[in-house]
């Protein structure tokens, strides 16, 4: 389980990322109050189910800013007990969206991150 400090330094890092929830990123079928409450509802606030809807718009990793802008509050919820789907569905995306290039301050906060990545210790590689 992370701890409030490893949760506000994914938040810290990944904070320069901008909500954006472009067409590109949403499919034409996905429902209309979803997209708007994902908008508007403060990044924090996002619930489970929300955030099931952020893994699949950013899924097509069209636009890696709006992944990494969601990423601390999916990791957040993915690492509490019973969510186990959530963070193979994010550890997917990570993957996908090659984590392991990204700057290293980001590789960082997420490799800080226990569970994270799927391991007992809190430097998985």
């Known amino acids: 389980m992370p701890t409030d400090e490893n949760v506000e330094t994914l938040y810290r890092v990944f904070s320069v990322y901008r909500r954006k929830l472009s067409p590109a990123t949403m499919s034409a079928d996905e429902d209309l109050e979803a997209k708007k409450r994902l908008k508007q509802t403060p990044l924090r606030q996002l619930s489970a189910d929300d955030a099931l809807a952020v893994t699949a718009f950013c899924d097509d990793l069209r636009d890696l800013r709006s992944l990494k802008h969601f990423l601390p509050r999916l990791l957040e919820i993915g690492l509490h007990p019973g969510r186990g789907a959530l963070l193979g569905v994010v550890k997917v995306?990570?993957?996908?969206?090659?984590?392991?290039?990204?700057?290293?301050?980001?590789?960082?906060?997420?490799?800080?991150?226990?569970?994270?990545?799927?391991?007992?210790?809190?430097?998985?590689?």
Do not use: N, Q
Not at 95 to 123: F, M, N, Q, V, Y
């Open 93 to 125: 995306l990570l993957e996908a969206a090659r984590w392991r290039t990204w700057p290293e301050k980001e590789r960082a906060a997420i490799e800080h991150c226990p569970g994270a990545l799927g391991c007992s210790d809190h430097l998985c590689r």
